[in-house]
């Protein structure tokens, strides 16, 4: 399992599993989620089954970069965990989705970053609305702390402070 990295700079085992494909290369379907264990489970797949999965806090969801946030509107904050996926790390559609999900439909819970995730972008990332990152296995978690925390003010309004700096400066 790999270590994820939250928000505060602590390192902590996942426990939770990323159901990608079918072990056969076919469609995924409810019968592949596995048992007994956290499954992040691709979105499409919840909301089709969302009747049989919906009160399960052992499963969550992750979004491709393209697929649309909408598509869970009603249902955001029933989910334990909502992991979105960098396929490549200049594919920025991930940091849309992150704010849509925070902003426009409230998602209160943990909010992850996986696939190619690099250190450089965890600050970017966390400003957001993300409080957890499955960094790329070749990069070394150790070092993420420091660069969720490089910068000590950011200028623009984000999911982390509501006021760009010019106007906070001004209180």
């Not at 960098?86 to 940091?95: E, L, M």
Request: charged letters at 30%; aromatic letters at 10%.
């Amino acid at each position: 399992m790999p270590d994820i990295i939250f928000e505060d700079g602590s390192i902590r085992q996942c426990p939770w599993v990323v159901v990608a494909c079918s072990e056969d290369g076919e469609p995924l379907t409810i019968l592949d989620i596995p048992k007994q264990q956290r499954a992040l489970i691709p979105v499409d797949l919840w909301i089709e089954h969302r009747e049989q999965l919906a009160d399960r806090d052992d499963i969550g969801v992750w979004f491709d970069s393209h697929d649309e946030p909408e598509i869970l509107a009603e249902h955001v904050n029933q989910l334990p965990l909502i992991a979105i996926n960098f396929p490549k790390f200049s594919d920025g559609r991930g940091y849309s989705i992150a704010r849509l999900l925070r902003e426009r439909f409230g998602y209160k819970n943990e909010l992850r970053a996986i696939g190619d995730v690099l250190l450089d972008q965890l600050q970017f990332m966390k400003r957001c609305g993300f409080d957890a990152y499955e960094l790329r296995p070749d990069k070394d978690i150790r070092k993420a702390a420091r660069s969720l925390n490089f910068f000590s003010q950011g200028y623009q309004a984000a999911t982390d402070t509501d006021l760009p700096l010019f106007r906070r400066r001004a209180s």
